[in-house]
């Protein structure tokens, strides 16, 4: 993760659609590509990185429900998961 970057329910709510968008866009490379490994790899950081926005927008929510706001929410983007901080995501042109 990057710095104590925090994210709104909004924000997390708009970067779990945008994942979502772009693990469709993998799954339709892997339809035509189905042996390529970086596609694989990406399909596979996607959805665990779906799963852990989704377990923070559930946090958030909760927290705004019981009035603590979204303070400890922190940005989780591709790759940043990760003990190094790097991303291991390379540039796809998803256009057709």
Do not use: W
């Not at 559930?58 to 009035?67: F, L, N, R, Y």
């Not at 003990?83 to 042109?93: I, L, M, R």
Request: glycine fraction near 8%; proline fraction near 1%; aromatic fraction near 6%.
């Amino acid at each position: 993760m990057q710095g104590n970057e925090e994210l709104s329910i909004d924000e997390l709510a708009s970067n779990l659609f945008t994942y979502k968008e772009q693990l469709q866009q993998v799954r339709k490379l892997l339809v035509d590509d189905a042996g390529n490994s970086e596609y694989a790899d990406m399909e596979k950081e996607l959805e665990e990185v779906i799963g852990l926005t989704e377990e923070l927008l559930e946090t958030a929510k909760q927290s705004e429900i019981s009035g603590l706001g979204t303070e400890a929410i922190a940005d989780v983007s591709p790759g940043q998961h990760q003990s190094e901080g790097t991303s291991q995501y390379k540039t796809v042109n998803l256009s057709y």
